[in-house]
């Protein structure tokens, strides 16, 4: 346990509000956004702030998604640390821009309350949204609480406005389940993160006006290549660099900032991995079903772009049996995080058994009796190449 | 502003400079580079994607000696609002104190299509800058496709004078009166024509607090086709035939800027065009007709709005 340093003060605090404290805390130069349940109430917190003279941050109202990430661009590389919020249908009108965003490496940070992709229509959690975007070069942290998620959203500028990396962040919470529901949230005093985050200073800006420079100009067969593949490069410093502000929030705030969250692993036989707020249910089945003496554990991945294969390997080295468990579908292939964890795991002389499990979409609840059912497969040895689903109505669990 | 003096201010200091790839005669940087000389404070612009973007800005060229940003087709508004909110910031800040002028081109593909909604968000937010938007009537970066900018009875490549169909038979949507209805400071229509009057109305567009935005007639000589040293009289023939007037609202007031001695029939300026070559074969000739009756009435319409019936 890390002696922590930095003096603060519980409230019962939805996610989105713990977000929009990080916000506050941080003052941008430049807010973006258009609102999306369940989304809404960060841009109307941080509103309210901005319209009570709590921040100096210059706020563009603007008229959808697609301009959010537009004016965001547009904010970035002026040389503003800029901000915006979104999820599902927003983050998939901005799309374009998504990639625009990354390509010109700007470091925008974006808190998701993921929620499901249309059709059918369904304003509930399920992680299609930003899963949908993981190939668009953004660092993507998933979140379990609204604690995690307000911490890493300090975390993410540090992160996103790095000479090394200079690349967009995505700090993913629950939509509703941690967007919406109260929970106690230690914010930190505003001096201390505002140092933390410190100053964002760019190499290069369209408002050095004594150095003009051409932003986002036409590259052909010639340049566009190394330019992508520099992107790949600066991804490939991401965790390095995670890790390294990661250890200073820590000193600051007690907490851990690593790849993933590993519970009750060490002797573990029977693995779960996932992502966000299903780690709270599966790590009270882990208690639980430990109590009874079964060698149980889990693994909460939290960076999943970059994704830390040889960590998670590592993490997943002793384990007999692993059940992945993705909150959204590929359709046609692979389970998401599935697919990222066999990815993993190729590399191992001694793989151990994989199962795909599909829960939760559309803000399906994921019960603790479907993890214990998990838990019990896996500890039975029962993994397939198959998909099995938890707490479908055609399902039996 | 005199032409000489217009010229000269272009030529001491191009903030658009030669060696661009943009086709022979074509009028976008004619026009980029008179407004432009027409402020002498620091310029930031925005360029949607398109021919201006595409053949100034070929990677490790630019034309630009001025901070220039393109990020996408449908967004160049959006992005200038967002360095414009970073400049506001940095100014409340004291990180910045020089008076910038802000500024974002778009083609009308851009423009009354695909971004007409971006367009719309930002003179709605007043941001403080001009919108230009180059009107050459089509998707000419891509080979001529119809964009709602494209005129009457003209051809485009996907809506071709056909058998059934002698070219476009909608009417050219009106991005000025567009503008107009968000109630902002200032919207003009110009020529790159009649450049005096162009440098007149964007020195206006830079002075004017809030949005103000610049339509201008754009010839187009690879997709008109037509040769390229009548890019200026062909523009000319468009106003002298009243199809393209020269007028501003300011602050809701119409004001005519030219009015031909002469009203050119439309068919002089249609004539020596490729893309309405169909409408001078026989059989065709109602569609002459419609377009010049339809000149007529939008022309008088105007001249009422402008007090000058």
């Not at chain 1, 625009?100 to 509930?124: D, E, Q, Y």
């Not at chain 1, 609204?146 to 993913?172: G, S």
């Not at chain 2, 010229?7 to 658009?16: L, V």
């Not at chain 2, 107009?180 to 790159?192: D, Q």
């Amino acid at each position: 346990m890390i002696m922590a340093t930095a003096k603060g003060k519980i409230f019962p605090l939805t996610g989105n509000y713990a977000i929009a404290e990080a916000m506050r805390q941080i003052n941008p130069d430049v807010v973006a956004a258009y609102p999306i349940t369940p989304q809404t109430s960060i841009v109307e917190t941080f509103s309210k702030f901005a319209n009570d003279g709590k921040v100096d941050t210059e706020m563009v109202r603007v008229e959808s998604e697609h301009s959010a990430m537009s004016a965001c661009v547009g904010a970035a590389m002026a040389g503003a640390r800029t901000m915006t919020a979104t999820c599902s249908a927003g983050l998939a009108l901005m799309y374009e821009i998504v990639g625009v965003a990354s390509g010109l490496r700007c470091p925008i940070v974006m808190p998701v309350a993921n929620r499901a992709i249309s059709a059918p229509i369904n304003i509930h959690c399920d992680h299609s949204d930003s899963i949908g975007a993981r190939d668009l070069g953004w660092i993507q942290i998933y979140n379990e609480t609204a604690q995690e998620a307000y911490e890493n959203v300090f975390l993410a500028v540090r992160l996103a406005e790095h000479k090394d990396i200079q690349l967009p962040v995505m700090v993913c919470e629950d939509g509703f389940i941690t967007s919406h529901c109260v929970q106690n949230v230690k914010i930190y005093d505003d001096e201390t993160m505002k140092k933390f985050v410190g100053e964002n200073k760019p190499e290069h800006a369209l408002l050095d006006l004594k150095n003009p420079i051409t932003v986002g100009a036409i590259e052909l067969q010639d340049y566009f290549f190394e330019t992508k593949r520099q992107q790949q490069d600066a991804m490939e410093k991401v965790p390095g660099v995670f890790l390294k502000v990661g250890n200073e929030l820590s000193m600051l705030t007690g907490n851990d900032y690593g790849f993933y969250e590993e519970y009750k692993m060490n002797d573990a036989e029977a693995v779960i991995v996932t992502m966000s707020s299903a780690a709270g249910t599966t790590r009270a089945v882990v208690d639980r079903m430990r109590a009874d003496g079964k060698k149980v554990g889990l693994l909460r991945i939290r960076l999943f772009r970059p994704f830390p294969y040889k960590e998670v390997a590592k993490a997943l080295s002793r384990a007999k049996n692993v059940a992945v468990l993705d909150r959204s579908m590929s359709f046609g292939a692979n389970a998401p995080l599935y697919g990222e964890i066999m990815n993993a795991l190729y590399p191992m002389e001694k793989k151990p058994g994989l199962q795909s499990y599909t829960f939760g979409l559309g803000g399906r609840d994921l019960l603790e009796s479907h993890v214990e059912h998990v838990y019990k497969e896996m500890l039975a040895g029962k993994v397939s190449d198959g998909k099995k689903y938890l707490g479908l109505r055609e399902e039996t669990v | 502003m005199n032409p000489k003096e217009l010229a000269q201010k272009i030529s001491n200091n191009p903030k658009f400079t030669s060696g661009h790839r943009m086709c022979g005669g074509c009028a976008a940087p004619i026009i980029v580079k008179t407004i432009l000389a027409a402020t002498d404070k620091p310029v930031v612009a925005a360029n949607a994607t398109g021919c201006l973007e595409v053949a100034s800005t070929i990677y490790p060229y630019s034309s630009w000696d001025i901070p220039w940003i393109h990020s996408a087709f449908e967004n160049a508004p959006a992005t200038i609002s967002g360095v414009i909110a970073a400049y506001e910031a940095m100014k409340r800040k004291g990180k910045m104190k020089e008076d910038v002028k802000f500024i974002a081109f778009g083609g009308d593909g851009s423009s009354y299509d695909i971004g007409i909604q971006s367009l719309s968000g930002a003179l709605e937010r007043g941001h403080d800058f001009v919108y230009v938007c180059y009107d050459n009537e089509g998707y000419m970066n891509t080979g001529g496709q119809r964009s709602s900018s494209t005129p009457l009875g003209a051809s485009a490549t996907t809506d071709p004078a056909g058998k059934n169909k002698p070219g476009k038979q909608e009417n050219k949507k009106d991005l000025v009166k567009i503008a107009a209805a968000h109630n902002i400071p200032y919207v003009a229509k110009a020529s790159v024509s009649n450049l005096t009057d162009l440098a007149m109305k964007a020195k206006k567009a830079f002075e004017t607090k809030g949005p103000a935005v610049l339509v201008v007639l754009s010839t187009c000589p690879t997709i008109w086709g037509t040769q390229p040293k009548d890019t200026i009289t062909l523009a000319k023939r468009a106003v002298d035939s009243c199809s393209w007037p020269l007028y501003e609202i300011e602050n809701g007031e119409y004001k005519l800027n030219y009015k031909p001695a002469n009203k050119m029939p439309v068919a002089d300026f249609m004539k020596p065009q490729r893309r309405f070559k169909h409408l001078f074969v026989p059989g065709n000739e109602f569609m002459l007709e419609r377009i010049q009756k339809n000149v007529d009435s939008e022309w008088e319409k105007l001249r009422k709005l402008c007090g000058d019936s």
